[in-house]
């Protein structure tokens, strides 16, 4: 079974940068939808940070625009997110998800989470 494999998470100070990565656990043999990054804080659900499809083009959830970049290396299924300027409202747990297509069949993978927590 394919897992999405997450790292980069921490502890970081207000201010600082935190760069996520997220990779499959092994080898898809697939094409590429689209891959994101979702968050969730502690009582809160869970929401969309950032998109990028196969062709590059990307979105952002306001609250992280002009702080957070996303980018991929589709031919490792490998997406991150660098993530500068970060706040304390940046506290949560990140998840990253990828839509691969089979042959025209869409499948979604997600990873486990990473903790990143922006305390001083």
């Known amino acids: 079974q394919v897992q999405l494999v997450e790292s980069g998470g921490g502890l970081v100070q207000p201010g600082g940068s935190l760069r996520l990565s997220c990779a499959p656990s092994?080898?898809?043999?697939?094409?590429?939808?689209?891959m994101r990054w979702y968050r969730q804080a502690p009582g809160k659900e869970r929401e969309l940070v950032a998109h990028i499809n196969s062709f590059g083009n990307t979105n952002y959830a306001d609250s992280v625009k002009g702080r957070f970049t996303i980018s991929s290396e589709n031919a490792k299924k490998t997406v991150y997110l660098q993530m500068s300027s970060l706040r304390s409202e940046d506290t949560a747990v990140y998840y990253c998800?990828?839509?691969?297509?089979?042959?025209?069949?869409?499948?979604?993978?997600w990873g486990q989470g990473t903790q990143v927590t922006v305390s001083s």
């Open positions: 092994r080898s898809i043999s697939a094409g590429l939808n689209f």
């Open positions: 998800k990828m839509q691969a297509n089979f042959n025209g069949v869409s499948w979604d993978y």
